[in-house]
């Protein structure tokens, strides 16, 4: 069994900058992709960005200059910083990792205020 736990989410103002950081552990024996997706109220579950072991990023076109996702592989631990944070930018922000199957955190909450 896997499991990721994030920290990190929190309440924000426009322009403003959240970290969010993602642990996994359990029976890993290696992560081949980690990343990060959100879900805002009414939406379905989107992509925000995403980073291979191989240290190989994709991001949303909606989040591209303003996020940065890194991970230590040794660690299994991923990183998203946020800036310039937009209120389109809140919602539930959810840790992922592939190995063998999908895994998910519970979820972080990002609210952005104007």
């Known amino acids: 069994q896997v499991h990721l736990v994030e920290s990190g989410g929190g309440l924000v103002q426009t322009g403003g900058s959240l970290r969010l950081s993602c642990a996994a552990s359990?029976?890993?024996?290696?992560?081949?992709?980690m990343g990060w997706f959100r879900q805002a109220p009414g939406k379905q579950r989107e992509l925000v960005a995403t980073?291979?072991?191989?240290?190989?990023?994709n991001y949303a076109d909606s989040v591209k200059g303003r996020c940065t996702i890194s991970r230590e592989n040794a660690k299994n631990t991923v990183t998203l910083q946020m800036n310039s944070l937009k209120s389109e930018d809140t919602a539930v922000y959810y840790c992922?990792?592939?190995?063998?199957?999908?895994?998910w955190g519970q979820g972080t909450q990002v609210t952005v205020s104007s």
């Open positions: 980073i291979r072991s191989s240290g190989t990023t």
């Open positions: 992922y990792a592939y190995i063998s199957k999908a895994y």
């Open positions: 359990g029976s890993i024996f290696s992560i081949s992709t």
